[in-house]
C-alpha cells in the first residue's frame, strides 16, 4: 500500500558517506582525457597553476586527490583558506574556488606559491572567466592559468560508474533494469551516486533485491521529464513489490 512504502521512505534518514579517491577507482573516458593529460605533465602549466573545472561528480575531485597523493600536495579548500597564509612546503591543491570564502586569502596562497616555485591546482564548479571574483588581482591570477574543463559524461563512462557504485554496495541490478535507470535519470554523476544510495538504503529498508518497480517509487523524484519511459522492458517483481505502489 501506499501508506507502507511511505511509512518506510520516512525511517530512512540521509547521511553523508565519506569518498574515497583512489586511483584504480577513476574511470578514464575521452570527457576526461584533455585534464588526465595536463595533470600528467605539470611542466605545461601556465604560471605553474592549472584550474579544473567541471560539473559537480565530473571527477576533478577525484583526478585532484590522486594529483595530490602522486606529487606530495597539500590539500586544502577555498571554504576554509583564510588568512594569516603560512608559506607552503610543497605543490598545492585549493578545491572549490568558485566558493571562496576570502579571497584575499587565496589570492595571498596563489602568490606565495609561485614566488616558491610550488605547483598549484586549483578547481571549481565554472570556468574561472565566468566567477565574480575580486580583487582585481586574483581574477587576473586565475586567468593568466591554465584552464581545462572535464566535458559531459559518455554513455560508457556512466554505464561503467553505475556498475561500479553498485559492486560497491554488493548491489545486483538487472541489465535491463540499469538500462531503464540510465535512461530516466539525469546524465550526471553525482545523480548516480545520489540514486545508487537512495535505492540501497531501501531495498534494506524493505529486505528486497532492487526492481523496477522499487526504483519508480524510490528514484522517481529524480527521473528527467520526458525522459525514455522504458515502457519494452518487462516489470521485474519480487515479493515486497506487492506493498510498492504503481
Known amino acids: 500500500m501506499i501508506g507502507t512504502i511511505t511509512k518506510a521512505r520516512q525511517l530512512i534518514l540521509p ?6 579517491f583512489a586511483r584504480e577507482d577513476f574511470i578514464e573516458a575521452e570527457s576526461n582525457a584533455m585534464a588526465r593529460a595536463a595533470l600528467a605533465n605539470p611542466e605545461t602549466w601556465v604560471n605553474g597553476r592549472l584550474v579544473l573545472w567541471g560539473a559537480e561528480g565530473s571527477g576533478k575531485s577525484h ?3 590522486v594529483w595530490a597523493a602522486t606529487r606530495g600536495a597539500l590539500l586544502l579548500s577555498a571554504t576554509t583558506l583564510r588568512a594569516p597564509i603560512e608559506p607552503p612546503a610543497c605543490d598545492i591543491v585549493i578545491e572549490d574556488i568558485d566558493a571562496v570564502i576570502d579571497p ?15 605547483m598549484t591546482l586549483l578547481t ?4 574561472p572567466a565566468r566567477l565574480e571574483i575580486g580583487p582585481p588581482d586574483l581574477a587576473s591570477r586565475l586567468h593568466a592559468s591554465l584552464t581545462i574543463g572535464i566535458g559531459s559524461p559518455e554513455d560508457a563512462l556512466l554505464d561503467a560508474l553505475f556498475r561500479r557504485l553498485a559492486a560497491a554496495r554488493q548491489m545486483t541490478f538487472s541489465d535491463g533494469l540499469r538500462r531503464y535507470l540510465l535512461a530516466r ?3 550526471r554523476p553525482d545523480v548516480l551516486h545520489q540514486a545508487i544510495a537512495r535505492l ?8 528486497a533485491r532492487p526492481t523496477r518497480r522499487l526504483a519508480e517509487a524510490a528514484l522517481g523524484d529524480l527521473f528527467e521529464p520526458g525522459g525514455t519511459p522504458g515502457c519494452d522492458q ?12 504503481l
Open 104 to 118: 584575499l586569502a587565496l589570492l595571498a596562497c596563489l602568490n606565495l606559491a609561485q614566488a616558491l616555485g610550488r
Open 63 to 65: 583526478l585532484a586527490a
Open 124 to 127: 571549481c564548479r565554472i570556468p
Open 185 to 187: 535519470l539525469p546524465r
Open 234 to 245: 518487462p516489470t521485474e517483481r519480487s515479493a515486497s513489490d506487492a506493498q510498492l505502489p
Open 15 to 20: 547521511f553523508v558517506e565519506p569518498e574515497v
Open 200 to 207: 540501497d538504503r531501501t531495498t534494506m529498508a524493505h529486505a
